[in-house]
């Protein structure tokens, strides 16, 4: 199951003369089940879209790539939704799965363009999902592992702050509405951090760290303590709801799965390497 992010010294979007560009997941491949993000390229191997959108004005569809330093070609985004919005019809998967995100009903798909201007977070492009309808996922092909190792970037954007549902069925990471913390759980005692924070702007990581405990990290963090845990196999990867009953209202920039869990060293290398590039 998924996780992230490179800083390279410079400002955004900016690159020495004649230096090639670099993915920031080029060496963290190992186990890498599923690479989405809104904002850039993470594989040097990956060549294709990084989404499709539909535009508003008249439904058109079509994909959007990146500029030459690996970030979304938002002049081609913001040009091909003209005044209107702009959602997105198929998130792709750059880890070279062909585990592409998909939402076919539009009153359903997540927005990246609204009335003319990109939706952003810490001006980085970030999809948002309204909280009453909005989802996108694809089901998962793969086999269950006890050790699946997730990473996002998100922000809670409304009052009923659950974030992403991931492998339905399996590991979850949500906002409790109620406490207003977040929470990793597969259905067992979730694991939950020790204060509020679901409305901030923060890299979220997640693990199964054995076949009964999880354990989550906000901006490297660790979550209060594991989880009881059970151990029912994944199904689906979806983004914005549980079982099509409750849904996120968040922004989305990048998530990461994996299939396998690192160990901390390595966890906390990605951490820092897509913490540097979302500020």
Known sequence: ?????????LPHGRFPHGAAFAGALDSYTTNLAGAWSADRRLLTSYTGSLFRVRRSSDSTETDI??????????????????????????????????????????ANQPRIVNSGVLDTQNSHASMFW???????????????????????????????????????????????????????????????????????WAQLSWKRVSSTSLQGWMNNIAFAAAS??????ATEV?????????????????????????DDTTREAIQTVQSSHYA
Not at 175 to 196: I, Y
Request: aromatic share 10%; glycine share 12%.
């Open 1 to 9: 199951m998924p996780s992230l992010g490179l800083s390279l010294g």
């Open 65 to 106: 790539g990146y500029q030459t330093d690996g970030t979304v070609d938002s002049a081609a985004l913001l040009t091909f939704a003209g005044a209107g919005s702009a959602f997105v019809t198929t998130w792709y998967d750059q880890s070279g799965a062909g585990l592409n995100l998909t939402q076919t009903t539009a």
């Open 130 to 200: 309204d909280g009453t309808n909005d989802s996108i996922g694809a089901a998962w092909s793969g086999t269950a592992s006890y050790t699946a190792y997730t990473m996002a970037v998100l922000k809670a954007a409304g009052n009923f702050p659950m974030m992403v549902v991931l492998e339905n069925g399996f590991q979850e990471l949500r906002g409790n509405s109620t406490t207003g913390q977040l929470e990793v759980t597969d259905g067992g005692t979730p694991c939950r951090q020790s204060a509020s924070s679901v409305d901030t």
């Open 228 to 233: 009881s845990a059970s151990t029912r196999a």
């Open 238 to 262: 979806t983004l914005g709801t549980r079982a099509g009953s409750f849904f996120a209202n968040m922004y989305a920039s990048e998530l990461l799965v994996y299939s396998a869990a690192h």
